[in-house]
C-alpha cells in the first residue's frame, strides 16, 4: 500500500496536503526536507531516543500478538494504518505550520513530528520492521496482567472468575433456568394441545333424541310412575323470535358472534366465583354446551370437559354461529319436561317460538340457568329470584343494543301459564315423581341434568296403601263435599298433606292436589302459606329447651299462668310495640300455658317468645327441622303467631321430631336408585341427632294431647288412637292446618285457597258452605280419617313421656287475681278434675273447644267421685307422675286408672280427657275458674 495520503473525497470535511519540506521541524529534527516521513528502512528511525512510557508497539494495532491496550490516546488516535484518519481528526492550528504539534496523535505535545513515523502503513503491514528492536527494549510495556484483563483477547486464563451462589441464593433459579422452563412448559402445552386435537374427533349426536324414561317405584316394588317421553320439538332457527335469540345470548353467551368456542377468561372467572362463595356460574360458551348437550352427556368428569374443549374448537371451524345456536336451543333444557325453546314456548305459554314477545323470550332464557328453581308456578316463593334474572337478561339486552332502553321500559313480567302435563303424570304420580326430583337434586344425590338423561329405577318410601288412604281421606272429606258450580269460592278450594314416620324419617305418604294435570303446583311442598298457630310448640319446646322463666322469675311450664288479654302490648321487647289480637277479640285474663295453647291464646304466645327471646325460638324451630331460610321466619315476637311461610312438608318434619323424643333426622322420600350398566347411587346416611331435649319434647306433647282431648282439634279424635297436635289458621282464613301425630306417625294437612287462573291466593270464607274453615274442622277430619286407615291393623300405642321437672305442678295465680267463672263450667284444666266423668264431645257452636278451669277440692272431683288425695301429685297427661307412678291411660269419673282407656273420654282415645289424668293435688289450695269459654 501507497504511504501518501489518498485524494480527498467530497463529503469527508478535510483535504490530504503534501508535506512542506522547509517548514515541518526544526533543523536536524524529523520531517527534513527532501524525506518521506515513516519510510521504510530510515536510518535516522533506529537513532530516535525512546522517550519513557512511548512503547511504539501499542501504536500498532496489527501488530501480531499484541492486543490493543485500553486507555492509550495513540490508540484511540490511529484506528486506521494508514493515518488517514489522523489527519481528518487533526485540525490546523493557528500559526503553526501544518504537520507540526498534534497532540491527538501522540498525547504529548513536546514530541512533534512522531506520529507520522507511528503511523507509517509499513510499519503495520511488516511487524518485522525496525520497531523491532524498539519493543524489545522498551521499559513501560504493561504487565502481564493488564494483558490477561483484556476481554478482546481470547484464550487468555486471566478471564475473572464467576462468584459462587451460596445459602438461600442457591435456591434461586437463574434466569436461564427460568426461561428455559418456561420454554419447555410451552411446548409442552403446545404439544398436547396438537395431540389432543388430532386424536379427538367430533361424535356422532348422543342418545338424547331417544332418551329412556326414568322408572318410580312404591317401596313395595311396584311401578308408581314413568316420566315418559322426551319433550321435545326441533325448530330451525328463522322459526324462533329475533328477540328471544337475543335473551338466549344476553343471559348465556352476550358475546357469541365476536368470540372464538372457548373463552378462557370466561372459565377463570367462573371458576374463582364458584370457589368465593358468589354461586355456581358456568364459564362455557354456548358453543360448549350445546356440545355437552348434543355430543356428550352431562357427567361432571375430567374427560367430558377435554371432549367438550377439543370438539368445541372443531366444530367451530365446521359449523357457522347460526347453525351452533339453532342447535343449543333446540337441545337446551328449560324444565316441566321441555326439551328446546318450542316446546319450552308451548309449556310455559301455549304459543309457537316464532310468536314469543321481548319479556316471555327473556324469562325462558332465565330458566336456563336453573329450570325447576326459577319456575314461578311451581315455586312461587322462588319468584324474586327469578325476577332477578328475568331483569338481568333484559338489562343484558339493552346493553348488546339488542333493545332500546325504552323498549326495556315498557316489558313487564309475564306470568306463566299452569302447566298442562302429559296423561302419564296425572293424579298423584305427577306430584310424587315431582317431589322425588327435587329432593334428589337438592340433596346433591343427583343433578338435574344428569336425571334428565333418564334410565333410572328409583323406589321411593311411599307406601302404596297408605298413600291410597291419603287420598281418598281428602276426597271424602272435602273433595266431594265441593259445590264448584253454585259456589264460587269451591273453585278456590286446594288440599296438601304429608305423612312421616317419626322413627325412620321416610315419607309414607304425600298428597299434593286434585290432580298434576289441573293443579301443577305441589301443595305438600310449596311454601307461600303462612302456616299459623301450628307453629306455637315450637315456642313451648324453645322454653323448655333454654330453661326460660316469665319477667316475673317463674319458670315456664304447662302450668304457668299468663296475661290473655285480646290486644296485651308484649313487654320486654325493644323492638318496637306490639300487642296482637286474639282470635275472635276474645281477652282470656289470667291463662295457664296449657290452656292458652288449647284456646291459641295469641297474646298469651307473643308475651312468651319474647321471655324465651325470638332469635332462641328461630333457632329451635330449625333444630326441629323448620328450614332456616323459611320466608319470613324473623326473630320477633310475631314469629310465635306463625307468619313464617313452612310447606307441608317442612312442619311434619318438625312435629315428626317431637314425636320421636326430641331426635330429628332428614325426611328421605327414596330408598334405592339402580341404572342399568352402572353402579347404584349412593345414598346419604340418615344421621339422627337430639334436636332438643327429650324433656322439652315430650312436655310439649303432654300440652298437645289436651287440644286433641278437650282444645280445638278434638275432631282428630277420630283416628282412635292417642294422639298429640295443634289446629292453625292463616290471615284472612287463606289456609287452615292440622299438625299431628301418634307414637307412630305423624301427619300434616292443609287446606289453602287459591285462584286457579291468576294463582292469587284467596280466603274460604264460605267454603264447603262453612262461614269459616279452621284447622280443627275439615284438616283435622282428613287427618283423623287418614291416620286409623293407616295405622289399621297395628296395635294402639300410648306416649311415653319423661316431662321436665315442675310440668304437673300447680302454680299459684300472679297476683292480679282471678276472674269471675262463667256458669256451667266445670271443666278441669291441667291437671285438675275432670270433666264429671262425662265423655269428652265436641264444643258447641261457637266455643273455641278448649276447656276452662275447673277447681280441686280436697280430692273431690265435680263428678262426685273422690280419690283420697294420694293417688298422683298432679298432673299425669299420660306421662309419668310426680310421684313416680306411669300412668298409661287416664281416670274413669275420678277413680284412678293403671292405663288402657277409660270411660271419662272418647273411647280408644287413651282414656285422657281434657286436663288429663285426675286425681288431687296435695298442697294447693282451692282454684277459681278463671275464664269463659268463648261464645
Known sequence: MSDKPQ??????????????????????????????PGKPGDPEQPEQPEKPGKPEERATPEAPGKPEEPGQPEERAKPEATGRRDERATPQEPGKPEGIGRPEETGRPEETGKPRERATPQEHATPQGPAAPEQRATPQEPAAPEQRATPQEPGKPGKKPRRRRTGWGRLIPTWRVVLGTFIGLVLLVVGLFALGYYLVQIPSANAAATKQSNVYLYADGSQLARDGEVNRENVSLAQIAKDAQHAALAAEDRDFYTESAIDPKAMIRAGWNTATGKGRQSGSTITQQYVKNYYLGQEQTATRKVKEFFISIKLDRQQ????????????????????????????????????????????????????????????????????????????????????????????????????????????????????????????????????????YRITTTLQRPRQDAFVKAVDDQVMSHLDKKDRKVDRYVRAGGVSIDPATGKVVA??????????????????DYQVGSTFKPFVFTSAVQNDSRTEDGRTITPNTYYDGTDKRPVQGWNGGPYAPENEDNVSYGPITVRTATDKSVNAVYAQMAVDVGPSKVKETAV?????????????????????????????????????????????????????????????????????????????????????????????????????????????????????????????????????????????????????????????AQIWAQYTKSALKGTSPSDFDLRLQPGAEEQQQLPSTGPTDQSPGTGDQDNGGAATGGQDTQSPPPGDNGGQTQGQTDGGTTDGGGTTDGSTTDGTTDGGTTDGGGATDGGTDAGTTTDGGATDGGTPGNGGATDGGTTGTTTGVGPLNGLTQRRQ
Do not use: C
Open 7 to 36: 485524494p480527498q473525497q467530497d463529503d469527508q470535511g478535510w483535504a490530504p496536503r503534501e508535506p512542506e519540506p522547509a517548514a515541518q521541524a526544526a533543523p536536524g529534527g524529523p520531517g527534513e526536507p527532501g524525506k518521506a
Open 320 to 455: 357457522s354461529k347460526s347453525d351452533i345456536l339453532e342447535g343449543y336451543l333446540n337441545t337446551s333444557y328449560y324444565g316441566r319436561n321441555a326439551y328446546g325453546i318450542q316446546a319450552a314456548a308451548q309449556a310455559y305459554y301455549g304459543v309457537d317460538a316464532k310468536d314469543l314477545t321481548v319479556g316471555q323470550g327473556a324469562y325462558l332464557a332465565a330458566l336456563l340457568n336453573a329450570p325447576s328453581e326459577y319456575d314461578v308456578i311451581a315455586h312461587p316463593e322462588n319468584k324474586a329470584a327469578a325476577l332477578a334474572r328475568w331483569n338481568y337478561v333484559l338489562d343484558g339486552m339493552v346493553k348488546k343494543q339488542w333493545l332500546t332502553p325504552a323498549a326495556r321500559g315498557k316489558v313487564t313480567f309475564p306470568e306463566p301459564k299452569q302447566s298442562v302435563i302429559a296423561t302419564g303424570m296425572s293424579g298423584q304420580r305427577g306430584y310424587l315423581v315431582k317431589a322425588v326430583n327435587d329432593y334428589l337434586v337438592e340433596n346433591k344425590i343427583i343433578d338435574e341434568d344428569t336425571l334428565q338423561t333418564g334410565g
Open 510 to 527: 304425600m298428597y299434593g292436589g286434585i290432580d298434576y294435570t289441573k293443579q301443577y303446583v305441589n301443595n305438600a311442598t310449596r311454601r
Open 623 to 779: 333444630d326441629l327441622g323448620i328450614p332456616a331460610d323459611t320466608p319470613d321466619l324473623t326473630a320477633t315476637p310475631s314469629i310465635a303467631l306463625g307468619p313464617s311461610t313452612a310447606s307441608v312438608l317442612d312442619m311434619a318434619q318438625a312435629y315428626a321430631t317431637l314425636a320421636n323424643h326430641g331426635k330429628h333426622g332428614t325426611y328421605t322420600l327414596v330408598d334405592k336408585i339402580t341404572k342399568e350398566g352402572a353402579e347404584d347411587v349412593h345414598l346419604p346416611e340418615q344421621a339422627t341427632r337430639q334436636a332438643v331435649t327429650r324433656q322439652a319434647a315430650d312436655t310439649t306433647t303432654s300440652v298437645l294431647q289436651s287440644v286433641v282431648e278437650g282444645g280445638t282439634g278434638t275432631a282428630a279424635q277420630a283416628a282412635g288412637r292417642p294422639a298429640a297436635g295443634k289446629t292453625g289458621t292463616a290471615e284472612e282464613d287463606q289456609a287452615a292446618w292440622f299438625a299431628g301425630y301418634t307414637p307412630d306417625l305423624a301427619t300434616v294437612v292443609a287446606v289453602m285457597g287459591q285462584d286457579p287462573d291468576t294463582g292469587v291466593h284467596k280466603s274460604l270464607y264460605g267454603a264447603l258452605g262453612q262461614a269459616r274453615i279452621n284447622g280443627g274442622g275439615y284438616p
